[in-house]
């Protein structure tokens, strides 16, 4: 056991070193773009499939909750969490339609589009991203080395690793990061 969790630390480590030089640039303007928006009365629509769907409505619950300290909410949403709305537009209209059309109801102009995807290929993903654009939205996608495939993103954090699990801890690191912004909003 001691040598697995050294060797996932060591790893975790390496790509955190990495991501440090590499990310400082897109994570400093997806962030400013984050605060600009909720400043300005926006809102944060975030969404991403399996572990990513759980980072992405933990984003969320962190601005509506709170981070680290009492403050007044702020306005988020995540996709992922109506299992009724995601398994009536699956069914219905099929799961790459799954986010995009969440994105037509909810997203407008001054808001900010937050995908989170590990491959930057799903397709639901990428649908989602390009009618938030359409929409008017700034979009942010937190990706792995791979970046998008498929769409585009007004910023594009791509964590320089292809391991699912280490890109999915960094881009923890990084949704904390941006919290910490919003809570110098309060």
Do not use: W
Request: glycine share 8%; net charge negative.
């Amino acid at each position: 056991m001691t040598i697995q969790l050294r060797e996932h630390f060591s790893k975790h480590i390496e790509i955190v070193e990495k991501s440090t030089d590499a990310l400082e640039g897109p994570v400093a303007s997806a962030r400013k773009a984050i605060v600009d928006a909720l400043r300005k009365g926006g809102k944060i629509i975030t969404f991403g499939n399996g572990g990513s769907a759980a980072e992405a409505s933990h984003f969320a619950e962190e601005l509506v909750g709170r981070f680290r300290k009492n403050r007044r909410p702020f306005p988020a949403i995540s996709l992922t969490a109506d299992s009724g709305t995601v398994s009536c537009i699956a069914n219905d209209f099929g799961y790459e339609s799954v986010f995009a059309r969440q994105v037509d109801a909810f997203a407008g102009s001054g808001d900010v589009a937050v995908a989170l995807t590990t491959s930057g290929k799903s397709e639901n993903v990428n649908r989602a991203l390009r009618a938030a654009h359409a929409r008017g939205a700034v979009t942010v996608a937190l990706t792995g080395a791979n970046g998008l495939s498929g769409a585009e993103a007004d910023h594009v954090i791509a964590v320089p690793s292809t391991d699912s699990a280490i890109i999915q801890e960094v881009h923890l690191m990084i949704i904390h990061l941006f919290c910490e912004a919003v809570e110098d909003l309060a």
